[in-house]
């Protein structure tokens, strides 16, 4: 495609972006993100499913792994985010060459910090899968494991920088194309690998790398079509500049997902000191609690691109109309999802781990614990990615880094300290709780503004 079809492609975007009632236009880029959250999810869950089949210490070995994700997710993000945020409001201000260079530097240092991340972890892997919780139990299980996650980190992290800015585009479907076929193909090759092959928790992890090799290459295809910004090695541009406003779009990604992985780590070893059964319940509630916030994820994602091209545009009413869209809808959504995870909560624990009552039961709690705090994130969702997007970086990184950093893991230490295990139980809701009372000023006084 030559600059002229490209520039054509890019004018007619942003044509629509400030013109299609804004509902509209929403739920189109929606649907497509949402569905690449919740296939994502799906096959995240698929793992769980499959290796708890091989007993608690392997589910256990899964949640062990959660804040190695959490931290290839952060960077994936981070660079992503922060390249897309600033290409959507470039776009919007039809400025596509500097556009293009933010996304060949985006993606570029995706895969280089992949790179490191794949060198340092192979080389210390047992002291990784201590410092991430596993028990001398889990440990086997946890290095099969963790061993192809490292491997795949250079095109998981440029996979997920891709798909970010394909989204921020307003060209969601190619990016649904690129990670709902490497999921499909993940929940194929997981019970191929771990039961036939005979390859346990290696055969999960060896799934999840392959399927994501596929997904980059079917991204980095979308990048070349229907007039969107290509990612050229060329235009790689490392200067300070260029990631001085990563950093002002990506930072909050960086943040809420490096937080995660802090808590994450610290729940795993806290968690670890009442057996392993904890830890399985844990982690099975987390896969849980992931599908439904993909779902409201993936309504957010529909929403950035929207948010950032109509605020480069100034169009600024049609932001707020945006914003209280997604608000009211998400909030209606967790609601209804609340009252089915409490209702039937041990069911659902049951189907991964029918066998272990400990598990069923200590999980059944988590999920209901989770449920009290769960309807009130979706201000906070939005508020943060509509901060971030227009780049308001400070207040966006501040919301981003209270519900881990300013509320779950203090609270970690002293919960546990008071009351155990069930202390553990009920700091995420407190923390819910927490961060949506401390993120209402903030959210007002943003709104008030873009009158």
């Not at 030559?2 to 942003?14: D, M």
């Not at 982690?283 to 916030?293: F, G, K, P, T």
């Not at 227009?390 to 779950?408: D, N, T, W, Y």
Request: hydrophobic share 55%; aromatic share 10%.
């Amino acid at each position: 495609m030559n600059s002229a079809e490209a520039g054509a492609g890019a004018s007619t975007r942003l044509e629509k972006m400030t013109s299609e009632p804004v509902r509209k236009l929403i739920l189109r880029l929606a649907a497509p993100t949402t569905a690449i959250m919740l296939v994502s999810s799906m096959y995240n869950m698929a793992d769980t499913y499959f290796v708890s089949s091989l007993g608690t210490s392997a589910t256990a070995a899964v949640g062990v792994a959660l804040p190695l994700m959490a931290i290839i997710q952060a960077l994936g993000f981070f660079f992503g985010n922060g390249s897309g945020n600033y290409i959507s409001r470039a776009l919007g201000a039809g400025e596509g060459e500097m556009a293009e260079k933010m996304a060949a530097t985006g993606v570029c240092s995706a895969f280089i910090s992949g790179v490191v991340i794949t060198i340092f972890g192979t080389l210390f892997l047992t002291p990784l899968a201590k410092l991430l919780g596993s028990t001398a139990t889990i440990m086997p299980y946890a290095r099969g494991y963790l061993l192809f996650i490292l491997i795949g980190a250079p095109f998981m992290i440029a996979s997920i920088s891709l798909n970010n800015l394909l989204r921020f585009q307003g060209s969601a479907f190619f990016g649904m194309l690129g990670m709902v076929s490497g999921a499909v193909l993940n929940i194929a090759l997981d019970p191929l690998l771990i039961f036939v092959f005979r390859m346990g928790t290696a055969g999960a992890s060896l799934a999840t790398m392959i399927s994501q090799t596929a997904s980059f290459a079917v991204l980095y295809w979308g990048t070349t079509r229907a007039g969107n910004v290509r990612v050229r090695l060329r235009n790689f541009t490392p200067r300070p500049g260029t990631y001085a406003e990563i950093l002002r779009g990506g930072l909050p990604s960086l943040l809420r997902q490096g937080m995660m992985s802090v808590s994450s780590v610290l729940l795993n070893n806290l968690a670890g000191g009442y057996g392993d059964a904890v830890i399985a319940a844990v982690s099975i509630v987390n896969r849980i609690v992931l599908i439904a916030n993909s779902a409201i994820i993936g309504l957010g994602q529909g929403f950035q691109p929207v948010c950032g091209f109509n605020y480069g545009a100034r169009l600024y009413d049609r932001v707020r109309k945006g914003f209280w869209f997604c608000f009211f809808s998400s909030t209606a959504f967790l609601l209804a999802v609340s009252a089915v995870c409490f209702a039937v909560a041990p069911q659902i624990i049951a189907l991964f781990r029918r066998d272990d009552l400990e598990v069923v039961t200590l999980g059944a709690y988590s999920l209901r614990a989770q449920c009290i705090g769960f309807p009130l994130m979706g201000w906070v969702v939005f508020q943060n990615m509509m901060l971030q997007t227009i780049g308001e970086a400070v207040p966006a990184s501040f919301l981003a880094f209270a519900r881990q950093g300013l509320f779950l893991v203090p609270l970690l230490f002293i919960l546990e300290a008071l009351l155990g295990v069930r202390g553990i139980q009920l700091c995420t809701p407190i923390a819910d709780i927490g961060t949506f009372l401390i993120s209402l000023p903030i959210g007002i006084h943003a709104l008030r503004k873009l009158r």
